[in-house]
């Protein structure tokens, strides 16, 4: 099978495309061919060791994909070979098969294609957890999504607009602030250009939101608390700014708000409940037509462009690699 590869920690033009040996499922696993696969931040930072969690060299990057179920290892009882599946691994989905243990997989919502049911689950499930499970969002609130054109920004704006969330976006420029503008948010921040907590707060009437989700981190995490109203939520979801925020502890205290972290393997491993009301609101969203925004699709020959798009924050939605795709 055809697969990328890091054979050292770095930027990711220092990926390539290798062909490996197919794998094989073990006792507890599936294997799936993959058609599509998406590109997330996450993706970046293992490539370049610095995610929370080290991958030694050489690995497969790639943690969300979609495709057909081509076999079950001993034990497993389904889903049966042929059907749609969509999953989440550290890493090894950027390969045209990969194998996952049976409970990470779901069937594809009705309604989405391959590269759209790729680019769905992990930005999508995040957004909701950071919006409602985590940030008890509630129809009427104000929420402020930082990095609104990224692949949760967008994602979170779509769902809150979908719930009654009246959302304030915080992206990096104008155009990038167009993007979450037709996926439903009310008002704008350019951060470049314009103060965040100021801004925050002149477009809810002085009062601020009462909630924030941040896959940004940087000083654009101070700003924001800065801009919550008195009880309000703060959910922090990621760190696509680089910099890890220092957060003074007094403006909790001052503003009495609750600061929370989001994690979405660790919700699966203690609130599976959650996970699984989670996944039925949002296959009802779909069902309604809420589809991911995918802004840029991949053969996996340009893996590395892909990425490094991804790095730079060039990027709208979602970016995916399309495994059927030979150029």
Same mark, same amino acid.
């Given at each position: 099978?055809?697969?990328?590869?890091?054979?050292?920690?770095?930027?990711?033009?220092?990926?390539?495309?290798?062909?490996?040996?197919?794998?094989?499922?073990?006792?507890?696993?599936?294997? %799936?061919?993959?058609?599509?696969?998406?590109?997330?931040?996450?993706?970046v930072?293992?490539?370049?060791?610095?995610?929370?969690?080290?991958?030694?060299?050489?690995?497969?990057?790639?943690? #969300?994909?979609?495709? %057909?179920?081509? !076999?079950?290892?001993?034990?497993?009882?389904?889903?049966?070979?042929?059907?749609?599946?969509?999953?989440?691994?550290?890493?090894?989905?950027?390969? #045209?098969?990969?194998?996952?243990?049976?409970?990470?997989?779901?069937?594809?919502?009705?309604? @989405?294609?391959?590269?759209? !049911?790729?680019?769905?689950?992990?930005?999508?499930?995040?957004a909701?957890?950071?919006?409602?499970?985590?940030?008890?969002?509630?129809?009427?609130?104000?929420?402020?999504? @930082?990095?609104?054109?990224?692949?949760?920004?967008?994602?979170?704006? &779509?769902?809150?607009?979908?719930?009654?969330?009246?959302?304030?976006?915080?992206?990096?420029? /104008?155009?990038?602030?167009?993007?979450?503008?037709? $996926?439903?948010?009310? !008002?704008?921040?350019?951060?470049? /250009?314009?103060?965040?907590?100021?801004?925050? /707060? #002149?477009?809810?009437?002085?009062?601020?939101?009462?909630?924030?989700?941040?896959?940004?981190?940087?000083?654009h995490?101070? !700003?924001? $608390?800065?801009?919550?109203?008195?009880?309000?939520?703060?959910?922090?979801?990621?760190?696509?700014?680089?910099?890890?925020?220092r957060?003074?502890?007094?403006?909790?205290?001052?503003? &009495?708000?609750v600061?929370?972290?989001?994690?979405?393997?660790? $919700?699966?491993?203690?609130?599976?409940?959650?996970?699984?009301?989670? &996944?039925?609101?949002?296959?009802?969203? %779909?069902?309604?037509?809420?589809?991911?925004?995918?802004? /840029?699709?991949?053969?996996?020959?340009?893996?590395?462009?892909? $990425?490094?798009g991804?790095?730079?924050?060039?990027?709208?939605?979602?970016?995916?690699? &399309?495994?059927t795709?030979?150029?």
């Open positions: 099978m055809r697969a990328a590869r890091c054979t050292h920690h770095g930027p990711p033009d220092g990926l390539e495309v290798v062909e490996l040996d197919d794998p094989e499922p073990g006792p507890g696993e599936v294997l %799936v061919r993959v058609h599509a696969a998406a590109v997330n931040f996450p993706d930072l293992l490539v370049a060791g610095r995610y929370q969690v080290s991958v030694p060299t050489p690995f497969t990057p790639g943690s #969300e994909f979609a495709g %057909v179920v081509a !076999a079950l290892g001993p034990g497993v009882p389904g889903p049966a070979v042929g059907t749609a599946v969509a999953g989440a691994v550290l890493t090894g989905a950027f390969a #045209e098969q990969v194998v996952v243990p049976v409970e990470g997989l779901r069937p594809v919502p009705d309604g @989405l294609d391959m590269v759209h !049911a790729a680019a769905f689950h992990v930005t999508y499930a995040t909701y957890h950071c919006l409602v499970t985590v940030g008890r969002g509630a129809a009427g609130e104000w929420a402020a999504v @930082l990095g609104a054109a990224g692949g949760v920004g967008t994602a979170a704006v &779509d769902i809150a607009t979908r719930l009654g969330i009246r959302v304030v976006a915080a992206a990096s420029s /104008r155009e990038r602030l167009a993007v979450a503008r037709r $996926l439903g948010a009310q !008002a704008g921040v350019d951060y470049v /250009r314009e103060d965040l907590k100021t801004r925050i /707060r #002149e477009l809810t009437g002085g009062d601020g939101v009462h909630l924030v989700v941040d896959p940004v981190g940087g000083d995490a101070e !700003a924001a $608390l800065r801009a919550l109203r008195r009880g309000g939520r703060f959910v922090t979801v990621g760190y696509a700014d680089g910099r890890i925020p957060i003074p502890l007094n403006l909790v205290l001052l503003k &009495d708000a600061v929370r972290g989001f994690e979405i393997r660790m $919700l699966r491993r203690y609130a599976p409940d959650a996970v699984a009301a989670g &996944d039925r609101e949002l296959a009802r969203l %779909v069902r309604d037509g809420m589809r991911p925004l995918v802004s /840029r699709v991949h053969p996996l020959a340009e893996v590395a462009s892909a $990425l490094t991804v790095a730079q924050r060039r990027t709208t939605g979602k970016v995916v690699i &399309d495994l795709r030979t150029s």
